[in-house]
Structure formats: structure tokens, C-alpha cells
């Protein structure tokens, strides 16, 4: 069965830490992997897509990295921000899955002054 | 890059009554995606919408609660029918970009049924 499970459900840290989320998936055939932020009743904004062949991927503070033999990805956040106080979802694409998309139950992140 | 603009934002309904919403993307594509996100949850797929063709409803989804329109290739409508508190939750429509690749969302419906 298709699965995308995220650590930890929840995670509290002071702005200006740095913090390592993790997604464990089970999707075969794997097309590509995600992870999205979604700010409270907004829609996920896409912060990274990652294909079979890439391990790092970085956009702006946030750094995914994917291991496709084990089936790990992590999303490291640098010297966090307020801002940065939102759901990180990490989604799995599968081939041949008509565009439809495994999600995580996603990581509630706290950035506490 | 697709911009969705998906409105209403926000709905206070009372039980029984139905509602739509409306989803416009700014570019042609093929499927545009359902999702509910109840409190405190991720999304879950509710149905898949082509233009031209019936809906595809995922498991626990019916047309009869959920029918969908699809008049052209850039704009949606999905209705809850017959609310019930139970279906309070956001809902988001999606479209692939280029290559289906990536996933574009609207900016959620925050749907309160008392």
C-alpha cells in the first residue's frame, strides 16, 4: 500500500534554530516527492519537487534531501523565522498515477520568539 | 506557474443547505483535483475532474454529495449537498503545471456547517 508518514507530528523550536523534518514513504513506482508548506486555512505552497535522480534540492532557508534506496527524505530549515510557523507536508508522486498524490500527514512546525 | 483563484474563501452554511465553489486557474489543464482537509489533517482526494468527462470520485466520495462541474479547461465547481457539521472542513482545488510535475492549489474554502 502507498504510504507517506511524517516526523514528528509536531515541533516546537526558538526562531533562529535550525530544524530537520523527516518523511518515510512507500510508493513504487516513485515519479517524484514534495514537500509543501501550508500556512493555517491557506492552500499548500510547493517548496520543493524532487525527481529519482536528486539527493539535495534547496530553496531559499529550506534544504530537502531524498534517499531513494531507503526511502527517506528530510526537509532541514535554516535559522528559522515567525514566518516560518506552518504545516510541512511532504507529498510522494507515483508514476503512472495520473497526477494524483500520496500526502503525509504533514509536520506542525512552532517558531517561538 | 498556474494562479488558481478559488472563492468563496470562507462560509458560515446552515445544516441541509448546499454550497458551491468555484475554481478558476489562469492557464488550460487537462484534470483539476478536489481535496478536503478537515482539522487538523492532510488533504484527502475527493475526486478528480476532467473537462468533458464524468468525474472520478475516490472511495467514501459520491456524486450525489459531491457532484462536480467541469465546463472548460479552466474553471470547476464542486458542491456540498445536504451539509451536516461533518462537513466542516477546508476544500481545495488543485491543477497539475507542465508535465504534472507540480501541483498549484487554490487558496482553500474554510466551509463551517452549523
Known amino acids: 500500500k502507498n504510504q507517506v508518514e511524517q516526523s514528528p507530528q509536531s515541533l516546537i523550536i526558538l526562531e533562529g534554530k535550525n530544524c530537520t523534518l523527516q518523511?518515510?514513504?512507500?510508493?513504487?513506482?516513485?515519479?517524484?516527492l514534495r514537500w509543501y508548506k501550508q500556512d493555517t486555512g491557506r492552500g499548500p505552497v510547493s517548496l520543493t519537487i524532487?525527481?529519482?535522480s536528486e539527493n539535495t534540492k534547496s530553496n531559499g532557508r529550506y534544504t530537502a534531501t531524498l534517499d531513494a534506496d531507503t526511502k527517506q527524505s528530510s526537509l532541514h530549515i535554516t535559522a528559522s523565522q515567525l514566518s516560518d510557523s506552518a504545516s510541512y507536508i511532504c507529498?510522494?508522486?507515483?508514476?503512472?498515477?495520473?497526477?494524483?498524490?500520496?500526502w503525509g500527514a504533514g509536520t506542525k512546525l512552532i517558531i517561538k520568539p | 506557474s498556474a494562479v488558481i483563484s478559488q472563492k468563496p474563501s470562507r462560509d458560515i452554511c446552515q445544516r441541509g443547505t448546499s454550497l458551491t465553489i468555484q475554481c478558476q486557474v489562469d492557464?488550460?489543464?487537462?484534470?483539476m483535483f478536489w481535496y478536503r482537509q478537515q482539522p487538523g489533517q492532510s488533504l484527502t482526494l475527493i475526486a478528480t475532474?476532467?473537462?468533458?468527462?464524468?468525474?472520478?470520485?475516490e472511495s467514501g466520495f459520491v456524486i450525489d454529495k459531491f457532484p462536480i462541474s467541469r465546463p472548460n479547461l479552466t474553471f470547476s465547481t464542486l458542491t456540498v449537498s445536504n451539509m451536516s457539521p461533518e462537513d466542516s472542513s477546508i476544500y481545495l482545488c488543485?491543477?497539475?503545471?507542465?508535465?504534472?510535475?507540480?501541483?498549484?492549489f487554490g487558496q482553500g474554502t474554510r466551509l463551517t456547517v452549523v
Open positions: 492557464s488550460q489543464v487537462t484534470m
Open positions: 507529498v510522494v508522486s507515483a508514476l503512472g498515477g495520473n497526477y494524483q498524490l500520496i
Open positions: 524532487m525527481t529519482f
Open positions: 475532474a476532467n473537462q468533458g468527462s464524468e468525474a472520478t470520485y
Open positions: 518523511c518515510n514513504y512507500t510508493v513504487s513506482p516513485f515519479s517524484n
Open positions: 488543485s491543477a497539475p503545471g507542465f508535465y504534472g510535475t507540480e501541483a498549484f
